[in-house]
């Protein structure tokens, strides 16, 4: 294991944290827990997708990190990696892709109104900026377009990856 990687018990431990962040939105989304100011248009899905991402994202980096024990420098598992660790990869990576893209898809696409703002931030000083609601759905439409071709390049690659990985 290469110095720049998270050690097994790290791994454990960031993954436990993104999955610990990631439950109370799932847990709103689904009406178990009260939200303090609850948005009538937003869909129980959209929270509950934003949650799950973080969850995914904790099982991901458990799997990669404390399971499988890295990655190589091209980003790619070591070979000899057992297969179902790298399928299992290959899902969690797929899930993540493809909830950022629905949840995306829903804040560009989806009916209601919608309210944008920004804020830049340096040292001493911070602006924030109102923008119109067109275009935060363009931004939200050409980012949701960008993951859409993201979720099919990985994809491939994936796929390609998991069909060399089966052959001995």
Do not use: K, Y
């Not at 024990?69 to 399928?87: H, K, Q, Y």
């Amino acid at each position: 294991m290469s110095t720049n990687q998270l050690s097994r018990r790290g791994a454990v431990v960031m993954g436990l944290l993104f999955i610990v962040c990631g439950v109370p939105a799932i847990l709103i989304a689904l009406g178990v827990v009260p939200a303090s100011n609850p948005d009538p248009e937003t869909p129980a899905w959209v929270g509950a997708s934003a949650g799950l991402l973080f969850v995914v994202a904790g099982l991901t980096i458990i799997l990669d990190f404390a399971i499988a024990g890295g990655v190589g420098p091209d980003g790619d598992f070591v070979a000899g990696t057992p297969f179902a660790i790298r399928l299992g990869n290959f899902l969690l990576g797929m899930s993540i892709v493809g909830l950022m893209t629905a949840v995306f898809g829903w804040v560009a696409f989806g009916p209601g109104t919608r309210h944008f703002s920004s804020t830049i931030s340096v040292p001493f000083l911070a602006v924030s900026h109102r923008s119109g609601e067109m275009s935060g759905r363009i931004a939200f439409g050409v980012a949701t377009a960008l993951m859409a071709a993201m979720f099919v390049g990985c994809g491939v690659v994936g796929v390609e990856r998991l069909w060399r990985a089966r052959r001995p």
